[in-house]
């Protein structure tokens, strides 16, 4: 989106939205709590599902750590900057990044007890949405094919921790996180993607914490049923596009929409202005804010079958972390021998 905006003022907003005084564009109001486990009130989707509770926790974390708003605010000048010297030539494209993820898996009954199997299929869809080898790549329209791109990053399976509980519902305060309160600790989070599979509950299928955040909470989570593409997971969110969209706001994505109005942005030159979410699977063209949303986008939230691309700038923004200087930039240097 070709509109310039701080990302002071993006937080701001969001923290404004994010409390209850509006329906936000890019980072869309979901509520939920892990003791306050309420339906979020603008959610459209049947069934009460919950796409997505990034920002959510986002405003959660930020309420509790005043300095994480500057730090936010460094990253996101760092990321202008690779950007920036990307587009210039300046700066050279990174060889394939690989991500040791570490699967922890919390469960009360054997259905949330995923077999290795269902992780595979995840790890699996993770590679090939993030390296543009999805089989679905014919479904993205003309008008943006040429924007699909490889992000030339691969994740390896370095482990699975499995951890019985009799907790039948985590909500997003981060307790999965910490064996003391009965959840797995995070695996050194400087050198390794941290997924937690257990059930959020109150529909809620995913979250993330962004780069700059505790690092003793940092990966995502991801409900079972909406994790892999078999055993547990179920329609129309079994394709395993929850895990690709929440590892996006691990990278630093926003989602698409802005969180907010037209007049909010992703910080994403070539993903279209849109003032919310979409669901289903949406016909093309879909027009929003006077242009055509790009609904097949991983940081949407069309259905998991209808969603099949990055765009190059989104790429930008996740290499960027790595970077010299960037918040993830330890798992460049873990690489080197």
């Known amino acids: 989106m070709q509109r310039t905006i701080l990302i002071s003022v993006f937080l701001t907003l969001a923290y404004f939205f994010l409390s209850g005084c509006g329906n936000s564009k890019k980072e869309k109001q979901e509520v939920n709590n ?35 708003r500057e730090k936010m605010e460094a990253i996101e000048n760092h990321c202008q900057t690779f950007v920036q010297l990307r587009k210039s030539g300046k700066m050279q494209d990174l060889d394939t990044i690989m991500i040791p993820t570490v699967v922890h898996v919390i469960y009360s009954n054997e259905n949330e007890n995923i077999s290795d199997e269902q992780i595979y299929s995840q790890i699996e869809v993770l590679n090939q949405d993030f ?17 699909s791109t490889n992000t030339k990053i691969h994740f390896d399976l370095d482990s699975i921790i499995r951890v019985s509980s009799t907790r039948t519902a985590w909500g997003t305060g981060d307790q999965m996180k910490f064996s003391s309160v009965g959840g797995s600790d995070v695996i050194d989070s400087s050198k390794n993607l941290n997924i937690w599979v257990c059930n959020i509950g109150v529909g809620i299928l995913g979250y993330a914490q962004f780069p700059g955040d505790n690092a003793m909470t940092d990966g995502i989570v991801v409900s079972p049923q909406f994790f892999g593409t078999m055993g547990s997971a179920t329609a129309p969110f079994d394709k395993g596009r929850t895990t690709t969209h929440e590892v996006g706001h691990w990278l630093n994505l926003r989602h698409i929409w802005g969180d907010g109005n037209c007049s909010l942005d992703d910080f994403v030159e070539d993903t279209p202005p849109s003032d919310g979410p979409n669901y289903g699977c949406p016909t093309y063209p879909t027009v929003r804010c006077n242009t055509n949303d790009m609904t097949m986008n991983y940081m949407d939230y069309s259905d998991d079958a209808c969603m099949h691309m990055f765009t190059e ?10 970077a010299e200087g960037g918040p993830r930039e330890s798992f460049v240097k873990s690489m080197i021998p």
Do not use: W, Y
Not at 39 to 65: F, G
Not at 313 to 322: E, H, I, S
């Open 313 to 322: 700038g989104q790429k930008n923004r996740m290499r960027a972390v790595f």
């Open 34 to 68: 892990v003791s306050e486990e309420t339906e979020n009130p603008h959610n459209t989707q049947k069934d009460s599902v919950i796409r997505c509770s990034t920002m959510e926790v986002l405003q959660k974390h930020m309420a509790k750590n005043p300095g994480l």
């Open 131 to 147: 390296t543009k080898s999805n089989t679905d790549l014919d479904q993205i329209p003309e008008e943006f094919s040429s924007l």
